[in-house]
């Protein structure tokens, strides 16, 4: 029980009530690896794993709702979860926009594991194994031994990673309503592409910047946004952009 925080607990209990509380707290003390847990509002159990971050990401994502959207979007219809972890934020799209398909896409193979389960109660969600990024070629794991909160992906000598880019998924799915991007530093290449026509078929960015982790992501943003129209709203961790309606 020393892996979940006081801070934590109050903040399941304060959303869900003691008995929803208790039955989470439970299952967690008699859990070995992985758990399956309910909260209301959500017809599909969560899995998550003991003694690693997903707990915590799920207050975060889940508990403090860190993307809900600070204006209407109406229409949603195609979202892309990069850097989806166990999928908690999918997830709560799911429940904000029903009617929307969602592209999930992990690097790392464990999270990816807790991310098929999670979304195997949403048809219209899809779990792809791989990074976007701004070729689609193969990369690795840069950091193998890092938190899985912050898996980073890179060019190396073991290039087991797929690639996705946005035009590659706008060319299969069609235009994004929502892009959301916490992927590590990623984006300073996302960004940084020779052709950024994509952002014109992106209604809503939300995006994490790592600087800390890659010097030029904000920068790389920023410029790729340059001469554009947009609105900035931020929300915790996040930068939430509009692009278009």
């Not at 975060?60 to 990069?82: H, K, N, S, T």
């Not at 000598?157 to 892009?179: F, K, M, N, Q």
Request: proline content about 4%.
């Amino acid at each position: 029980m020393k892996t979940i925080s006081l801070r934590i607990i109050a903040a399941y209990g304060s959303a869900y009530g003691l008995i929803w509380t208790g039955g989470f707290l439970l299952r967690y003390a008699l859990s070995r690896r992985t758990l399956m847990f309910r909260v209301p509002g959500y017809a599909a159990a969560f899995h998550a794993r003991k003694g690693l971050s997903d707990v915590r990401v799920f207050n975060q994502v889940v508990l403090r709702r860190a993307y809900v959207l600070p204006f209407e979007l109406p229409g949603v219809r195609f979202i892309v979860d990069a850097g989806a972890n166990v999928g908690y934020a999918s997830r709560d799209f799911a429940r904000m926009f029903p009617a929307a398909r969602i592209l999930a896409i992990e690097p790392d193979a464990s999270n990816h594991e807790i991310l098929r389960r999670n979304l195997s109660a949403l048809p219209r969600a899809e779990a792809f194994l791989g990074a976007l990024w701004h070729t689609l070629t193969r990369l690795s794991i840069s950091n193998p031994d890092a938190p899985k909160t912050a898996i980073m992906v890179g060019e190396g000598a073991d290039p087991t990673v797929a690639t996705l880019t946005v035009p590659e998924i706008i060319r299969r799915h069609g235009p994004i309503d929502v892009l959301k991007l916490d992927i590590e530093g990623a984006e300073k290449e996302v960004f940084s592409a020779a052709d950024l026509s994509w952002l014109d078929q992106v209604r809503c960015l939300i995006v994490e910047l790592h600087d800390f982790m890659r010097e030029g992501c904000s920068v790389s943003m920023y410029r790729a946004l340059a001469g554009r129209e947009f609105q900035q709203y931020v929300s915790g961790e996040n930068l939430i952009i509009r692009l278009r309606d």
